[in-house]
């Protein structure tokens, strides 16, 4: 989503860095420019003026032109003030000193309620919790069926009494089936319209009043802009919203709704949603962000989603073979699912300092097609082949392309990539990746970027 608009503040600031010196002239066609790509990313035009005036006030002091580095200090005040955008909050859920946790679910029709429900959910037992998910959207065809669903898929229980079709009674039930059984939170999902309308409000002023949520959570769908931003404005007047939850933000919308949600609703954003699975939604970090828009990597969020995948036990195997330079095509093949479980690789690759441009590069962008030609190839192999690759000689790598709808010559090169990949590894000894006692110091560092840069 924010490609186009990293790309242009990354070019802006690159230009600054080649300049000798800087000068208020130079600055001043620097903001000239992350003015219109701002505005053209769909950034509320208010919040642009007072972001942009905000750096040219930091920006001109004699203390940043007469620096060593004048440039690296401007880059640092555009960073500073972009994090400023988003607001102090951190992302997740508020403390509450509640026994159980209700949070309250709210938006227009197809914003994502229902998805996000279970996402939240999901998010909420990998953190130790218990909760349980209920739908009080009774008028859209098949939304508790939905709920159902999804909730079925993130292994959640679903409060559905048979015949209750009582927006207040349906979520008041489910606290008491909370306190009953055990659980420690209550995700309820609202109803939602295609446009505000006083049922609506009443209704949802309604169960907020019986169930006193800890948490409104207003989800936006992304993608509509600054109309997300105007409603969840109209729903905080009328209702009270506690966080924003922001979702699609892997779409290819302009990205400006997530720069002006804080400072024209004047609430935090809680949540981002970036994907369809279930594990794609994650509490929002604008200083991880921000670092991602301008081509700074996120290199925190990149180490958290390989703890998610990367089982320990199997990375302390995996770091012996390599010592024992045991390391085989079979053992290749799970990294590679395991790279999957981590999200769409465009995603991964962007987290990389550097490297969020990389869709530019034409034919050296990544590509989920060749990993599944991979995965393809190998899996033809018999296990022995996969074990002692030299063994394969022309007529087996002939059968081997045929059984995966491949060439000799992907056959042939994927092979002799690996066989580069394991002298490499062999040379490394056993530094194995991020996983066991490498993910904490990596952690560590980054953490250590991180605060450098603030």
Not at 10 to 20: S, Y
Not at 136 to 143: E, F, L, Q, S
Not at 157 to 163: A, I, Q
Not at 181 to 187: A, L, M, Y
Request: hydrophobic share 40%; no cysteine.
């Amino acid at each position: 989503m924010f490609e186009s608009l990293g790309a242009r503040l990354q070019d802006v600031l690159k230009t600054l860095r080649g300049e000798a010196r800087l000068t208020e002239q130079n600055i001043e066609a620097a903001l000239r420019e992350i003015r219109l790509a701002l505005l053209e990313a769909d950034v509320n035009f208010k919040v642009v003026k007072a972001f942009v005036d905000r750096v040219r006030d930091r920006a001109m002091g004699q203390d940043v032109l007469r620096s060593l580095s004048p440039a690296q200090q401007v880059v640092k005040i555009v960073r500073d003030e972009m994090v400023a955008l988003f607001g102090d909050a951190d992302g997740g859920l508020r403390p509450t000193g509640k026994r159980l946790r209700v949070v309250l679910l709210l938006g227009l029709q197809g914003a994502g309620k229902t998805t996000t429900a279970a996402k939240l959910g999901k998010w909420l037992a990998k953190q130790g919790r218990h909760p349980l998910l209920v739908s009080t959207d009774v008028k859209r065809p098949a939304a508790i069926q939905q709920l159902n669903v999804v909730g079925g898929k993130a292994s959640l229980r679903v409060y559905d009494p048979p015949g209750q079709m009582d927006p207040v009674a349906r979520a008041t039930g489910a606290l008491g089936e909370a306190s009953t059984v055990g659980f420690d939170v209550v995700i309820v999902d609202s109803a939602g319209r295609l446009h505000i309308d006083d049922e609506l409000m009443r209704e949802l002023v309604a169960i907020k009043e019986a169930t006193e949520p800890s948490d409104l959570l207003y989800v936006a769908d992304a993608m509509t802009g600054q109309d997300a931003i105007k409603s969840a404005g109209e729903f905080n007047r009328r209702v009270g919203v506690t966080g924003v939850v922001l979702t699609k933000l892997d779409g290819d919308a302009r990205g400006g709704a997530a720069l002006s949600v804080v400072s024209v609703v004047g609430v935090p954003i809680a949540f981002v949603g970036s994907g369809e699975r279930l594990e794609d939604l994650e509490p929002f970090h604008p200083e991880r962000l921000v670092s991602r828009v301008l081509g700074m990597g996120d290199v925190l969020s990149l180490i958290e989603r390989v703890e998610g995948a990367i089982d320990e036990d199997d990375a302390e195997r995996l770091e012996e073979k390599i010592r024992a330079s045991e390391f085989t095509l079979e053992d290749f093949r799970d990294q590679l699912k395991t790279i999957r479980k981590m999200g769409p690789l465009e995603q991964i690759v962007g987290m990389l300092p550097g490297m969020g441009a990389v869709k530019a590069l034409g034919e050296n962008q990544p590509d989920e097609k060749q990993i599944t030609r991979v995965e393809a190839i190998i899996n033809s192999m018999t296990p022995d082949e996969r074990r002692r690759q030299h063994i394969i000689n022309g007529s087996r790598r002939k059968r081997i392309a045929k059984g995966s709808g491949t060439s000799v010559q992907e056959v042939n090169r994927l092979l002799k990539q690996f066989v580069q990949m394991q002298k490499m590894l062999k040379s490394l000894g056993g530094m194995a990746g991020l996983a066991g006692g490498g993910a904490k110091q990596a952690r560590r560092r980054a953490m250590q970027m991180l605060r450098s840069r603030s």
